[in-house]
């Protein structure tokens, strides 16, 4: 679990193909000196596990069902990633509660300075739209994000200073893609509420029985 707080930026020094996946390098010399192998490490938001270090980075492996679900598989030697340790109970949760779990890629479409904040402006999948409102979280890259305004296939938010100097996001380019995760308790409420509708239609297209329906029933044993 992370919160979508980044806390430094990473460099990818290999990202090799092998069989159904990806072997992940990434250089970041002062990020987690306490971690061990095993450990969980948000990458542009995709929870990965590191399974070895080398030279001030580390190692870890991406599978194909990741691959297709997030951008990773577009990360070239010489990029830089967003990185975050898992949460640990202790800790204030600043952001949000993140997986790590991404559920689509989306696209950055506009990138405008708006006093001292900077308007993103970014499409989604339907989706991902479906659990996004104004004023709740979202995760773009692994960062925690505001939301600040909805429309039908996409959604804006104003990043402050902060934000901007210790993620890539001030790297990315127009058009490029991004990793979205939907706020998780939306997820839970849209599944919840999805599963009664569906109980209430089914109800509406049975047939309705009456009392002679009742004691068949009741004398067939069922």
Do not use: W
Not at 56 to 62: N, P, R, S
Not at 95 to 121: M, N, W
Not at 140 to 157: M, R
Not at 167 to 191: I, Q
Request: charged share 25%; net charge negative.
């Amino acid at each position: 679990m992370f919160t979508g707080l980044v806390e430094c930026e990473g460099v990818i020094t290999r990202a090799e193909r092998v069989s159904g996946g990806m072997r992940l390098e990434v250089y970041a010399p002062e990020f987690g000196r306490d971690m061990a192998i095993g450990d969980s490490i948000a990458v542009d938001g995709v929870c990965l596990t590191v399974v070895k270090f080398i030279r001030g980075a580390f190692l870890a492996d991406v599978s194909g069902e990741t691959l297709d679900r997030s951008t990773l598989g577009t990360l070239r030697q010489g990029g830089k990633v967003n990185l975050e340790r898992a949460l640990r109970l202790s800790d204030r949760l600043g952001g949000h509660l993140v997986s790590g779990h991404v559920d689509a890629i989306g696209t950055l479409q506009l990138r405008q300075p708006a006093g001292k904040f900077t308007v993103y402006q970014f499409g989604a999948p339907s989706s991902v739209m479906e659990c996004v409102v104004e004023k709740g979280s979202i995760a773009v890259d692994g960062i925690s994000l505001t939301v600040a305004k909805v429309a039908d296939e996409g959604f804006t938010c104003a990043v402050i200073p902060q934000t901007e100097a210790t993620t890539t996001l001030k790297d990315k380019a127009v058009g490029s893609g991004v990793n979205l995760e939907a706020d998780m308790l939306a997820k839970y409420v849209k599944r919840f509420v999805d599963g009664y509708i569906g109980a209430d239609r089914d109800a509406e297209r049975a047939p309705r029985r009456g009392l002679g329906d009742l004691l068949r029933e009741f004398s067939d044993g069922r």
